[in-house]
């Protein structure tokens, strides 16, 4: 049985600083690729930022390149995303997605088979 726990969330000011983290079960953790996507309000869900977990390649969008830090714990089977300089448009529920194939395009939601229950995340 596959989990993705999401933590972290919150409320900010623009400029702050947020450090999600996304603790897995029941996955091969370092052996796929692992995501965060976010969906704000009467939007479509985005990627955000990815990592194959195997080489530790990351992957990020060009509205959080910069500001947002995508990393990973094997040994803890964790997932990161610290995110810095906030910005009001951040403002989303942030998902953590694992897919167990290896070598998908991280920033396509399909090809992802696990999902989080999502955190909140509000920069004013």
């Known amino acids: 049985h596959v989990q993705l726990v999401e933590s972290g969330g919150g409320s900010v000011e623009a400029g702050g600083s947020l450090r999600l983290s996304c603790a897995a079960s029941g996955i091969t953790f370092s052996k796929n690729c692992m995501a965060w996507f976010r969906q704000a309000p009467g939007k479509e869900r985005e990627a955000v930022a990815g990592?194959?977990?195997?080489?530790?390649?990351?992957f990020y969008a060009n509205s959080v390149k910069g500001r947002f830090t995508i990393s990973q714990d094997s040994d803890k089977k964790t997932l990161f995303l610290q995110m810095d300089d906030l910005k009001p448009e951040d403002t989303a529920i942030y998902y953590c997605?694992?897919?167990?194939?290896?070598?998908?395009?991280?920033?396509?939601?399909?090809?992802?088979?696990?999902w989080g229950q999502g955190t909140q995340v509000t920069v004013s």
């Open positions: 997605a694992a897919a167990t194939s290896i070598g998908v395009r991280w920033y396509i939601e399909g090809n992802f088979d696990y």
């Open positions: 990592i194959y977990t195997a080489g530790g390649s990351t």
